[in-house]
């Protein structure tokens, strides 16, 4: 009896000391967080995209009942918060993810089934929803797409490209009928890469094609978006009025469009860390909704009356409100914009009632309204890049008003022009340095002057080229816009004038191997522990963001590579890229796979001998066949022998993996096969040599199945086989 009493006193003892310790705990917690007050509520928001990429790296769609925890989630934690607001935050942080979750499911159940384009050339009809202008001919955008005349009407829109010399000009909202070749959204260049198929899904696209006739226009068939008609207008016009690439930047500025900028003219402003200009948002409704309000409160002053009997400052913000509102959906209310336009009527609303303007909790609430609108954005380097430079530039503002305030001192014009050259050099080195490592991650370049061209490019935008454009739109539909769009013509021909300077210098852009996946949601994890937090523990971010920038070093691309189509097959080894290459095959699945190994050039297998320092060794078959090719990532690692006319039955049980971009037939017992079928049937593959034994992934496997993934192919007739299999 002593022995249990003595017992029981020991876990009471136990569990009070434990209760005790939680109950510190608790307490440490509150006052650490009651120190965060004003810096919880954008975590919100970063839980809410936690539970975007939660849903996205799922194998597998979830039931739709999936979706309920998160109103639920929100009710207990605003319940809980009435009585003890930190736990109520705590609890919110899981309600967010859970409504981010929700969010993605729903739209992902809302979006229109895959469709299968015809394998064949059809004549396609449909109403143009929108017209795209490029360096050679027009590219429109079909609704109410139609693969035969007794077909039924298609759910998804359709992506096609006129000829170049096709004198039809169809307009929104026009019929066409035309023949044309259509194919389904391309699959990821390897498992892992950019999925153009999931990002195809949730714009509404199920296809993309070229015309290989003319096409009929029916002028007025059908209806349009809102503004896509005046937007092609007023793009059409541009171009006519300033020819050459200063037209085609000037319209993209004016409407959003970027297709008919030439090639060589949009790698100038991408070397030269330009291309930001191109992509119409913050920096561009800033210009558009500030010039409103600066000129419509001017207008309201000079006018007496009208002065004395209303608050010329609040009919500005109005009238700022509805130019963004109007210029965000004639550039196609594009990520960035819906971005900026919901910081700007933040901004605007806090103007117009004497609060801060520009916060860390508007940047989380404008954040969290495009997740929930378009939860896919989240993955795309638009809504990153756009996110991190903002996210930057306040946290950045926060950090050195002081130091700029005391620079400025007391007005003097030789201060507030350092203070305007120290803000334009600051504003370029943070905001390059926030996006640096999204587009390392996405495009695997490096712009190195960007700073330099921003601190030329940037003031002409903003004092030359925006006004302009601004005023010719007022003036089009008088018909009095030449002048202005001359005026916008010569500062877009400036604007080019340096990006093509910087990007001639030496080493302006250099390739880099890119971030992988868990290394750029290392950095944002860390760059957001940095920004958002104010006490010291903030500086944990800083080795988190390390790690993100030094993943790529960490992180081994495959080895070898074999497209969808098997067409192309790839072999990385000893700092080099080998390719075999047939006929057909994709150029921008090979500039995919030197980006993602961070090269600029391949060579070919050699037709016989050996090459990086022995890791391929390739023999010539019989009766003149290139035979086969051993390959091997490490000395002491697994084989793999690409065939290359050599029967199948040489190399099965010879190599871990035997790859053939013809069919092998029958069971090769030994070896995992990647060939022509496996392709066809799962999507491209990548292969890693580097361990006891090789791993194959297969696109398929690595995306699962999800509702913007196609089924398995099931082959009905002979005709549905691919290609290769056809005897």
Partial sequence: ??????????????????????????????????????????????????????????????PLWAVAPGPLLVVAAWLVATRAPHAGWLIGLVAAAALGFGAALLHAAAAPPVIAPPLRAVVLSGIVQDVDLLPEGLRVTLGQVRFGPQDAVQPRSIRVRLRANDPARPAPGDGISLRALVRAPSLPAFPGAWDFQRAAYFAGQGGAGFAIGPAEVTPAAGAAPPLSGLRAAMEARVTAAVPGAAGAVAAALLTGGQSAIPRADMAAMRDSGLAHLLSVSGLHIAIVMGVTFW????????????????????????????????????????????????????????????????????????????????????????FQMSFAAVLALVAGWEALRAPVQRLRGDGAWWRRAAV?????????????????????????????????????????????VMPAAMLAALLMPLGLDGPALAVMGWGCEAVLMVAREVASWPGAATGARPIPPWGVMCFAFGMLWLCLWRARWRWAGV?????????????????????????????AADGGFW????????????????????????????????????????????RGTLGACRLRATPQGPVAILLRGEAPEHACG??????????????????????????????????????????????????????????????????????????
């Avoid at 035997?658 to 593959?685: I, K």
């Fill in 654 to 727: 010879q190599a871990a993996v035997v790859v053939s971009a013809e069919p092998v037939r029958g069971r090769c017992a030994g070896s995992q096969v990647v060939d022509r079928f496996a392709v066809w049937r799962d999507g491209p593959h990548a292969v890693w040599l580097d361990g006891a034994a090789a791993r194959v992934v297969s696109d398929r496997a690595f995306r699962g199945a999800r509702p913007w993934v196609p089924p398995p192919p099931v082959p009905r007739a002979r005709e549905e086989l691919p290609p290769a299999a056809v005897e």
């Fill in 420 to 464: 305007f050259g120290v803000g334009l050099v600051m504003t370029s080195v943070l905001a390059g340095l926030a996006t640096a490592p999204f587009g390392l991650a996405h495009f695997g370049r490096l712009q190195w002057y960007g700073v330099a061209a921003n601190a030329v490019a940037v003031p002409l935008t903003s004092v030359l």
């Fill in 1 to 62: 009896m002593w022995n249990a009493l003595l017992s029981s006193t020991i876990a009471r003892d136990a569990a009070c000391r434990i209760g005790a310790a939680l109950v510190a705990v608790g307490q440490r917690m509150d006052l650490l967080l009651a120190s965060e007050r004003g810096r919880l509520a954008p975590w919100l928001a970063v839980a809410m995209g936690a539970g975007i990429l939660g849903y996205f790296t799922l194998h597998e769609e979830p």
């Fill in 295 to 382: 000129v419509v409160r001017l207008l309201v002053a000079c006018w007496r009356w009208l002065a004395l009997r209303v608050d010329g400052k609040v009919w500005a913000g109005v009238a700022a409100l509805g130019a963004g509102g109007f210029y965000m959906l004639l550039t196609g209310s594009q990520v960035p914009m819906q971005r900026s336009f919901a910081m700007a009527v933040l901004v605007t609303l806090a103007l117009l009632s004497g609060r801060h303007a520009v916060t860390l909790r508007g940047l989380a609430l404008a954040a969290a309204a495009v997740m929930l609108l378009a939860p896919d954005a989240l993955l795309g380097p638009s």
């Fill in 579 to 622: 390719l075999q290459r047939q006929s057909g095959a994709s150029n921008l699945v090979r500039d995919t796979w030197l980006r993602a190994h961070g090269l600029a050039s391949a060579q070919p297998f050699p037709r016989e001998g050996d090459a990086a320092a022995g890791a391929i060794d390739c023999r010539a078959g019989a």
């Fill in 543 to 571: 080795p988190l963001m390390a790690l993100g920038l030094a993943s790529a070093s960490l992180h081994r691309p495959p080895d070898l590579l074999v497209s969808n189509d098997a067409r192309l097959v790839g072999f």
